[in-house]
């Protein structure tokens, strides 16, 4: 593909340059290859111009001038070149696809897989990317990242394409939006579930955060959005977003509304009037985060065309989310597995699991290495303050010591609370006592890693499920096999 196809403004000199392969690792590079300077926390690809080219970048995209032998097209932004230039590569594919992006702290994955399923009962041919997998047409593959890189994003959504999908619907993280992965992809509609603190050893401050989630909700990003209206941020949106705007929710004035909400083990019910059409919503997951999640997806189909009657079914036709408040029932007492990491996850799924404990609930967590610490003391506290027993223990500690990790997440565990609480580094240890502790009626909560199929210790994903491993130890007959 011709380089004048690939970056906006190219020189006239090097527009004709055939471009075979888009990279922005130097040593990816090679002959034929666009090679793009990326600025990271830890390394700045303009360091690695020089290399690209003796590895035989045909050319180079930068911010500044580099040393690198080759021709060189620098821009204001080597992101968002980098991004719209993989679009253009796959012959810009999100174009003539109905595009969904949704943001948030929680509940992104669950409002996913409930429009894909709206729309699939209004007859669209469905692709679906975030963080459990890329899915369409019958294929699925894990994901590498809740957003893929350009490259992967836009490759994707060219075979999606091919295969005849109609429409995408996506999880756009906010290390995504801050990172300008998305450029070059406009969203039909776009949707917002809430903000809550995560990810602060990369934003630093909420503020920060705040800021790439509100990126999405722009003129040439998103052509329309819905947005929680009980949240914060999306009562900024409501009255900011240079686009039309959805609100949803339960507590402030709202185009679309839940009342009467009804929950048990088998799920919840309630009300909704979406913009005036009522009705009543039958879901298969239990809690009031699961309103939310259920609202937005039918604000956002709303706003897509999408009628009433193929909104109740497609919300009452899903029946599970892979990693999200999965359960496994067993003659004495039942496990519920969940994604739930933050401080406000494991509140709200500690607390909608409450509504109907008929005995204890024995919760299992740990906290992530190498990311946001602060937030470590606040799910020790929410955890063992709701829980009537707590094991905390190793999520994903990538580099960090899992001891290390704990004790940080211990020390937010009240005084009158640590009796009730264990620590074990060996996640597979502490699922062992949980289950071994677990009496007639209790709920085992798992939280943390969902449906995740690694942990990730010193650099090496070990493979590892949650479900598998608890299945493996239930059919044994015995949690100390």
């Known amino acids: 593909m011709k380089l004048k196809i690939l970056i906006k403004n190219c020189a006239v000199e090097y527009g004709d340059i055939e471009i075979t392969t888009l990279c922005h690792e130097a040593d990816k590079a090679k002959v034929g290859s666009l090679f793009f300077c990326l600025a990271g926390s830890k390394s700045d690809g303009h360091d690695f111009a020089s290399e690209a080219a003796r590895l035989g970048a045909s050319a180079v995209v930068c911010e500044r001038k580099t040393d690198a032998d080759c021709p060189q097209i620098i821009v204001p932004n080597t992101r968002a070149a980098f991004a719209e230039a993989a679009s253009a590569f796959y012959g810009n594919p999100s174009r003539g696809l109905k595009m969904f992006g949704i943001t948030g702290t929680n509940g992104k994955t669950t409002t996913s897989y409930v429009l894909a399923e709206i729309l699939r009962e209004a007859g669209e041919e469905v692709g679906l990317i975030g963080t459990n997998c ?18 992967e994003l836009n490759a994707a959504l060219r075979k999606m394409k091919d295969c005849g999908v109609t429409s995408v619907v996506m999880e756009v993280s906010a290390h995504a939006l801050a990172l300008d992965k998305i450029c070059g992809i406009e969203f039909d509609v776009a949707g917002f579930t809430n903000l809550s603190q995560d990810h602060l050893d990369y934003f630093g401050d909420m503020e920060s955060y705040a800021r790439a989630k509100e ?28 686009v039309p705007v959805l609100g949803y929710g339960t507590m402030n004035p709202a185009d679309v509304f839940g009342i009467d909400l009804k929950m048990s ?11 005036d059409d009522i009705g009543e919503v039958k879901f298969a997951l ?47 007492f039942s496990v519920i597995i969940d994604f739930a990491h933050t401080d406000d996850g494991l509140w709200n799924i500690i607390t909608s699991v409450r509504e ?23 799910m020790g506290k929410v955890a063992s303050e709701l829980s009537d027993l707590t094991v905390i223990t190793s999520d994903n500690p990538r580099y960090e010591e899992p001891s290390d990790i704990i004790a940080d997440t211990f020390e937010g565990v009240p005084e009158n609370k640590r009796g009730s609480v264990f620590t074990e580094p060996d996640r597979k240890k502490a699922l062992r006592l949980a289950l071994d502790t677990a009496e007639s009626g209790d709920i ?38």
Do not use: W
């Open 444 to 481: 085992v909560l798992v939280a943390g890693k969902g449906a995740e199929r690694y942990q990730e210790i010193k650099g090496v994903k070990y493979e590892y499920n949650d479900e598998e491993y608890i299945m493996s130890l239930l059919q044994n007959g015995s949690a100390n096999d």
């Open 286 to 332: 239990p809690g009031r985060f699961n309103m939310y999640n259920t609202l937005c997806a039918a604000a956002m189909a709303k706003l897509a065309g999408v009628g009433f009657a193929e909104i109740l079914h497609g919300i009452r036709s899903l029946k599970r989310v892979d990693g999200r408040y999965n359960v496994i029932n067993t003659s004495k």
């Open 215 to 242: 990126k999405l909700f722009h003129n040439g990003v998103c052509k329309c959005a819905a947005v929680n209206a009980d949240d914060a941020l999306g009562q900024k949106l409501l009255r900011e977003s240079d």
């Open 356 to 378: 109907f404990a008929p005995a204890r609930i024995i919760t299992v967590f740990g906290c992530g290495g190498n990311r946001d610490r602060s937030k470590r003391k606040m």
């Open 134 to 151: 890329i899915r369409y047409c019958g294929h699925s593959e894990s994901a590498t990242l809740t957003t893929p890189d350009p490259v």
């Open 265 to 275: 083990a088998e799920g919840l019910s309630y009300i909704i009037n979406l913009s």
